[in-house]
């Protein structure tokens, strides 16, 4: 099927340690994002990579790194999590330039930092 | 502020009548996108409807509507016949031209009652 996929859909781990979430499209959209819905399910974006290519970092700690290894992945890795990271994160990808109503979201991830 | 703003925490609606949710935003962006999202508890993501800021005719899906005024930087959903499945949170959102990214408003509940 043709879908934004990401694992795992749910993540629990304890303070302090490292966890990464993975992402896939196969619809062959240029631009993947992140974005997290934290607990008043408040959407924000995170990052936003163009063909591999950081476009967006939207002040988030360090962290959290993006690795694009190709334009159909975008995975999310983060160090020393903490409680506040606590949220569902959301990948998604759309086609470049002015065709931005294509953009189809993964099902999120929900991690939780006990 | 690039901001989105959705004024109506929760709304409810009998099923089969209208109901319409709000939406208003700000941007100094003349080429940028607008978009309804779906959130039923299933928590994916699914797109309602999108209109692009430079079309001036209001966009239609089906029961779907919006009314788009694009001086006063409003985009109201309209959602008529509702239906026991419209039930989610729906969240507006504006897409940069530029940059692809969207920003979310705060979400509006909406419960459908038999």
């Known amino acids: 099927d043709t879908a934004v996929s990401q694992t795992p859909k749910y993540l629990v781990t304890q303070m302090g340690n490292d966890k990464s979430i993975k992402c896939e499209q196969n619809?062959?959209?240029?631009?993947m994002y992140w974005y997290k819905q934290d607990s008043k399910k408040f959407l924000k974006i995170m990052f936003s990579?163009?063909?591999?290519?950081?476009?967006i970092n939207e002040t988030v700690p360090n962290r959290f790194s993006p690795k694009s290894p190709d334009k159909a992945h975008l995975n999310l890795h983060i160090n020393s999590l903490e409680l506040g990271d606590s949220a569902v994160y959301f990948c998604?990808?759309?086609?470049?330039?002015?065709?931005?109503?294509?953009?189809?979201f993964g099902s999120g991830t929900r991690l939780t930092v006990v | 502020a690039q901001t989105v703003t959705q004024s109506q925490p929760e709304m409810s609606v009998q099923e089969a009548e209208t109901v319409t949710l709000s939406c208003t935003y700000d941007t100094s962006e003349s080429d940028y996108y607008l978009f309804w999202y779906k959130q039923p508890p299933s928590r994916q993501m699914i797109l309602v409807i999108r209109q692009e800021a430079y079309k001036q005719q209001n966009a239609t899906e089906n029961r779907f509507s919006v009314n788009f005024q694009k001086a006063a930087k409003s985009f109201s959903l309209k959602i008529s016949d509702s239906q026991l499945g419209d039930a989610a949170m729906y969240f507006c959102a504006r897409g940069s031209g530029n940059t692809g990214k969207l920003i979310f408003g705060q979400g509006t509940t909406l419960q459908v009652k038999p």
């Open positions: 998604a990808s759309s086609p470049r330039d002015r065709e931005y109503g294509g953009y189809t």
């Open positions: 619809l062959g959209h240029d631009t």
């Open positions: 990579y163009n063909n591999k290519e950081l476009i």
